[in-house]
């Protein structure tokens, strides 16, 4: 009898202390960071898209290929928040999309092409049907088609023909062409033969030249002579 109650008794034992283990630990609960403030996202966009805006400004040099890398990073940048939206992004967007129509802006009447070719792209980026720059994504991408000229130095036959020699690089093709030039002529034809340049005069003492580009009739610019490039 009492050997039947100890088994029993220890059956009792470990079923006690099968059933009174400690329980499982619980997951942990994760708390979702609250989504980042307009200002905060429109900051960081703001910073992808700084070396442009400070070319627009004059602020800092800006040449052909510069654009690529910016833009670049301001897609990564925005591709955080906008898939899947963030509930501020929209908002942010907003405000940077009016930091660059303002530097699109300076950018036009500072001439800075290369940094006006970004700036429209990112434009394109944020308004993908919007039509408001046309006319002036059309001349930007004429400017930036314009042939880099160079002059090298000057002649004069017999007493009053005086040539310029030029060096003409295609921005493209980055092909380069020499020429011999009198003032008033037209030169550097396209493929369809109609003359890009034209010499419009010497300036002083050889000291610059004043070229037209004719695809933009009345479109001028300096170029120094020799002497001062």
Known sequence: MMRYFYGL?????LTCLAGCKDP???????????????GQIHGEYKKALQPLFSAAAQNTPFGDGDKAAIISAFRTVRGQYSDPYEINEPEAKAKIEKDVSNSIKAAKRA??????????DVHKMLRPDSQVHTA?????DLMLARPWV????????GQEDL????????????ITDTFRVHEG???????EGKSLLKLIKVIGAQSAIEMEYLVLPGETWIIPGPKNN
């Open 111 to 120: 001439e800075q092409w290369y940094a006006l070719d970004g700036l429209l």
């Open 136 to 140: 002036i994504r059309r001349r930007t």
């Open 24 to 38: 499982e630990p619980a997951e942990p609960v994760v708390e979702k960071p609250p989504p980042k403030t307009a």
């Open 185 to 191: 002529e037209e030169f550097y034809p396209d493929a």
């Open 9 to 13: 008794t220890v059956i009792v034992v």
């Open 163 to 174: 040539l310029s020699f030029l060096e003409i690089t295609d921005p493209k093709t980055k």
């Open 150 to 157: 160079k002059c090298t130095g000057f002649a004069t036959i």
